[in-house]
């Protein structure tokens, strides 16, 4: 758990929110469609403006999202580099039916993505 910032207890968005060395983790809970996808755009513009480094999304309490997310991380993508953890089944198959798989890379760990995402710069 990240423990820097709370933005949701427990609902939909971002549930936890902090820097991991020299990366920011953005954790994100639930089903993630068009009525909260909001929310992880101004969890997201707030990081962007406080933090200058490469941030990670960590999808493992995410049971549902949409192409409304793949979207917001090409966004992001576009201003700082962009790693995700905790991906499952349906969100590698999302990535890989949209072709963002090669630019949105995920990783096994906060660590490993910190790792890649710093060496990447």
Known sequence: MYSQQQHDEGGTGVSASAQWGSVWVMELRGELDLAFIDRVERATAQVLRLFPGPLV???????FADSLLVNHLLATRRQRPVGLIGTNRYVDRMLEVTGTAAVLPTFASPEAAEAGLTRAR
């Open 57 to 63: 999304y960590d999808l493992q309490h995410l049971n």
